[in-house]
Every structure is written in C-alpha cells, then in structure tokens.
C-alpha cells in the first residue's frame, strides 16, 4: 500500500495558524486592552502635573509698552503773556490814542489822563525856576571867576617887578660891597706908602674920604634892599588873602542849594506828569481795550485797577500745555510738539518745541469738554514755542490739543 505524500509547507504554515488562532485572539485584547490603560493613565499624569504646575508658578504680569506721546490741553498765549496795562485807579482817560489790533512800541504813549495839562504847566514852571537858579549860579560864580583872574594877576604885578627890582638892588649892593672892598685895600696900601714917604697926607687923605663913602652906598644900599623885599612879602601877603577870599565865596552855597532844591522840584513834577501818561511797557498788540476815552479807570474788586487795556507779543505765539504731574517727568525742553484745533479755528496742525518747564503743580484750567474728563486734575503748566505763529496771533485763549513727542530728543 503507497504511502500519502507529504503536505507543501505553505498548506502546512496555514494549518499551524489556524490550529493556533484560537489561543492568540485573547492575548492581543489583552495587551491592547493594557496598553490603552496605560495610555490613559499617563496622560492624566500629564494633565494633572501641568494643572499643579500651572497652580504653583503666579501667572505672568503683562509688561506695559512704554510711552512716547505725552498728550495735554493747552491754550494759545502771546510771549510773555498778556499784560494788563494799567493807570491810577479813579483816574479819567482824557485821550486814548490807540484802538484795538494795534502794535505799538516799547515806551510810546498809549493815553493821556485828565490831569495831563496841569501837570503839564506844573512841570514847565519847574523847569523855569530851574534855568532861571541855574543862570544865576552862573553869573555869580562868572563874577567870582572874575575876582580870582584879577587877584591872581595883581599878585603877578606885584612879584614880578618887585623881584626884579629886589634882583637889581642885590646886585648894585654886590657892586657896591666890591668896590668898598678895592678901596680898603687901596687904603692900607696908600698908608705903607705914606710912611716910607712915597705919597702925601692929601693922597691918604682922599682915599679915606672915598672908603667911608663907599660905606654909606653899601649900608644905604642895604637899607633898600631890606625895604623892597619887606614891601615884595606884605604886598604878596595881602593879594594872596584877597585870593583866598574870592576862592572861598566861588563855592556859593546859598545859591547853589536853590539849584539843588529847583532840579528836585522839576524832578517831583516830572515823575507826577509821568504818573499822567500811560506808556506801553513792553512791544506788543493791543489786545482788548478796558477803558475808553472819557471813561474812569476801573477799580478792580480785588484792590489795585483793571487797566484800560490788555497787551500781548503776538508775533511769537505760545502753547501753554497742561500736563499731568505723572507725565511730566517725561517731559524735557527742547522736544517737539504737535498742536491741533480741536474746534477748527485753524486746519493744519501747528509744530512748536517745548522751552520752559513749570515750577508747581496747579489744579487745571483748561478743562474738557467730555463731562467725564478729570476736573481736578493736578498739572504743571510746560510752556512751547510755536513755529507758525502768524497762523494764530489773533487766537489768544483758544484751547488746543497737544502731543509732545518724548523721543524727539
């Protein structure tokens, strides 16, 4: 009997797997059934390590871009401000000489008051007395001058002449003594020859007649020389103290003192016509008039007037910019500024650089018209130079809306 043949190993792998399907089923759920465990819990690991991580660590803080516009109201003012130009308070203006929009000029006359005429003549009558006390200090202290000239050439006459004459008679006296001299010789001589006999007695004689002679010329001599110089200092005394006497009278102190007291009276009364005349104390347009011709100038409730008008340096604008007291540490002078109209008085924005930082903190003035904005707020006034000021010079008050650029610098 033949043997089977033996099964293809192909049909013998299929029959292995089927024989073993039955076992390998229920492992493969099991480990899947374990991995999905497995799964599950780690990821519930996960999540609740994150949820603890994120409970622990604070949150973080959103950190704030930093700013670079500061932004305020402000209101347009003329350099220097707006100035009240003023008189005595009661005071009536008799002629106004300007009107409103006019640029007038450091000094010029912008009024006059009632009492412009009278202090007037006072002041023209001051003025006579001072010229007619001056003239009269000048023709005395003329006449003076005049004393001391003459005195001073008498006392010329008189030195000059006499110190001639006190020259000459010095010198015949030199002569004289000379001449008395040789004739004392001769005499002593004419006696050792009258004792050897070589002269007569009439020759001695003589020359003893000539020797005593000389001796009265030379004591006479002497005698006027000693008058001339005693005449020269009592004559040179006495001019020297009429001298001094129209020195001492050229001071003239009464008259002198009226000057002095006419200049200071022509003072008082011009200072009291100034007080008459209101002048412009600075360059600048006329902004509003107060006070018109004819009118008394106002006293103003608080002591003081209220002027007659108010002036202002509108050919260069300024932004007086009210910024907060936490922003302005941001700011500094000489960064650029952005001005706008926030009610249309003028289209393009305006561009200025700030200039001056305040010095206190203020509660603000110019307030917003959004009725939930801050109204006492605390602010420091930073002032900024406008570049366009022509644009704005008939704006003064309006308010306005400011950016200041804090890295312009």
Do not use: C, H
Not at 42 to 64: F, G, H, K, M
Not at 173 to 190: K, P
Not at 233 to 262: E, G, M, Y
Request: proline share 4%; net charge negative; charged share 25%.
């Amino acid at each position: 009997m033949n043997a089977s043949p033996e099964p293809p190993l192909a049909e013998q792998s299929r029959s292995d797997r089927r024989r073993f399907a039955p076992r390998l089923f229920p492992l493969a759920v099991a480990l899947s059934t374990g991995f999905l465990v497995l799964g599950l819990g780690v990821s519930r690991w996960l999540i609740w390590d994150q949820a603890a991580q994120s409970q622990n660590s604070p949150e973080p803080v959103p950190v704030a871009p930093e700013q670079v516009k500061v932004v305020a109201l402000g209101r347009l003012e003329p350099q220097g401000e707006v100035i009240q130009v003023g008189g005595s308070g009661g005071a009536r203006i008799d002629r106004l000489l300007v009107k409103e929009g006019d640029w007038v000029q450091e000094n010029q006359v912008l009024a006059y008051l009632d009492s412009y005429d009278e202090r007037l003549a006072a002041r023209d009558l001051a003025a006579s007395q001072l010229r007619e006390a001056e003239a009269q200090l000048a023709a005395e202290t003329q006449f003076q001058e005049a004393q001391i000239a003459e005195t001073q050439t008498r006392i010329r006459q008189i030195d000059q002449p006499q110190a001639q004459a006190i020259a000459a008679q010095e010198a015949r006296l030199r002569e004289l003594q000379a001449s008395l001299s040789l004739g004392r010789q001769d005499l002593e001589r004419d006696r050792q020859l009258l004792q050897d006999g070589a002269i007569a007695q009439r020759d001695l004689d003589r020359q003893q007649t000539q020797v005593e002679e000389l001796q009265s010329q030379v004591k006479t001599a002497e005698a006027t020389l000693e008058q001339l110089k005693t005449a020269r200092s009592s004559d040179l005394r006495n001019a020297q103290a009429q001298l001094k006497t129209a020195q001492a009278n050229l001071p003239l102190s009464q008259i002198r003192t009226a000057v002095a007291s006419a200049r200071e009276n022509l003072k008082l009364a011009e200072t009291r016509l100034n007080d008459a005349m209101i002048e412009a104390p600075q360059a600048g347009r006329v902004l509003r008039l107060i006070t018109r011709q004819g009118e008394a100038i106002p006293s103003a409730p608080t002591g003081g007037d209220e002027g007659i008008l108010e002036l202002g340096n509108t050919r260069q604008m300024m932004v007086v910019a009210e910024v907060y007291e936490s922003d302005v540490v941001r700011v500094k002078v000489g960064q650029t500024a952005t001005i706008r109209s926030r009610n249309g008085a003028f289209n393009e924005p305006l561009t200025g650089k700030v200039t001056e930082l305040g010095w206190q903190i203020f509660k603000n003035n110019v307030l917003d018209d959004d009725p939930a904005a801050n109204a006492d707020a605390r602010v420091v006034e930073v002032k900024i130079q406008l570049d366009q000021s022509d644009r704005v010079e008939n704006l003064t008050n309006l308010q306005v809306d400011v950016t200041i650029d804090t890295e312009s610098l």
